[in-house]
C-alpha cells in the first residue's frame, strides 16, 4: 500500500458524545481507503470510539493540552499525508468530501487552500435552516479558483488587506469552522512554532497562514461538512474562561494572523 495523499487530523477534547459520528463518517467516505487515513487526538478513552479507530486500522494519539494547536501538531507529527484535513469531533463529513477534495488538490497542483460551505444540523443530527451565517461564494459560480496576489492592485488602491477583500467581496466566511477546511501539508508545518501558542480557532490561522504562503484558493458552495449546533459548540480551547479570557484571545489571534501575513 502506499503513502496516503489526504491525512485527517480528527480532535476530541472532553466532548465524548458526538465523535462516533465523526468516525462514522470517515468510514463511509468514497475515496478509496489507501488515499487518506486518520489521526485520531483525544484526553479520554472510548469503547464506541476506540473500537471505529481499531476496527479501521487508524491512528490514536492521547493528547491533554488544552491548546488546540498543539493537539493539531500531536496529530500532525503521526501523519504521511501531502493534504491535511481536520475535523472537529461534533462536526462530521458528507460520504463524498475526502473524494471532492483529493481531486480538486490533484486537479491543482499550485492549490494550498481548500474551502467548502456548511450544512447546519442539531444535536440529533437534524437539518437547520441556517441558524448561523453559512460560508457561500459572493461571486459568480459555484466553485472559484484564483491566486490571491491578483488582488494585490485592488488592496492598495483601497488600502484594504487581501484577507478583508476576500471575506468582504470574493466568499463570506471563508476562514469558517476547522472541518470545512482543507490545506497542503506544508501549511501547517511552516508555521510549527505559532501553531503551538494558538489556543483555538485553526481555522483563521490555516486561512492566515494560505495567504502568507502563496498559491491557489479554491472555494465551493457544495455542502460537504455538516456542522453541528449545540450547546457545547463555543470552543473549549480557550484561556480560561467567561468574557475577559474571550477577550484575550481574540487579541491574542489578532496577534498571531498579523505576524503570519505580514
Keep these: 500500500m502506499g503513502q496516503p495523499y489526504i491525512s485527517v487530523i ?8 458526538y465523535l462516533p459520528f465523526a468516525l462514522r463518517s470517515l468510514e463511509a467516505q468514497t475515496l478509496p481507503r489507501d488515499k487518506f487515513e486518520v489521526i485520531v487526538v483525544k484526553n479520554f478513552e472510548d469503547k464506541e470510539s476506540d473500537d471505529i479507530v481499531s476496527k479501521n486500522g487508524w ?4 493528547n491533554d493540552d488544552l491548546y488546540h494547536g498543539r493537539m493539531v501538531l500531536a496529530g500532525l ?4 499525508g501531502e493534504v491535511i484535513a481536520f475535523l472537529d469531533d461534533d462536526d462530521m463529513y458528507t460520504n463524498n468530501r475526502l473524494e471532492e477534495v483529493y481531486n480538486v488538490f490533484n486537479d491543482y497542483r499550485d492549490l494550498v487552500y481548500f474551502h467548502n460551505s456548511q450544512e447546519f444540523i442539531d444535536e440529533d443530527g437534524r437539518r ?9 461564494n459572493l461571486v459568480r459560480g459555484d466553485d472559484i479558483v484564483f491566486n490571491p496576489k491578483a488582488l494585490q492592485g485592488v488592496s492598495k488602491r483601497y488600502g484594504m488587506s ?6 468582504k467581496y ?9 472541518s470545512s477546511v482543507a490545506v497542503r501539508r506544508h501549511i501547517v508545518e511552516s508555521h510549527a512554532q505559532l501553531l503551538k501558542r494558538l489556543p483555538a480557532s485553526i481555522d483563521s490561522f490555516t486561512f492566515a497562514a494560505s495567504l502568507r504562503a502563496g498559491g491557489l484558493f479554491y472555494f465551493t458552495d457544495e455542502e460537504l461538512t455538516l456542522y453541528r449546533v449545540h ?3 463555543a470552543s473549549i480551547y480557550v484561556l480560561g474562561e467567561g468574557p475577559e479570557a474571550y477577550i ?7 496577534s498571531l494572523t498579523k505576524r503570519i501575513t505580514s
Design 10 to 17: 480528527v480532535t476530541a477534547y472532553n466532548r465524548r458524545r
Design 170 to 178: 470574493v466568499r463570506v466566511r471563508a476562514d469558517f469552522n476547522n
Design 77 to 80: 507529527e503521526e501523519s504521511k
Design 59 to 62: 491512528k490514536y494519539v492521547y
Design 248 to 254: 484575550r484571545q481574540a487579541k491574542y489571534l489578532l
Design 231 to 233: 450547546s457545547a459548540s
Design 162 to 167: 487581501i484577507a478583508d477583500l476576500i471575506l
Design 128 to 136: 437547520l435552516e441556517n441558524p448561523l451565517r453559512p460560508s457561500k
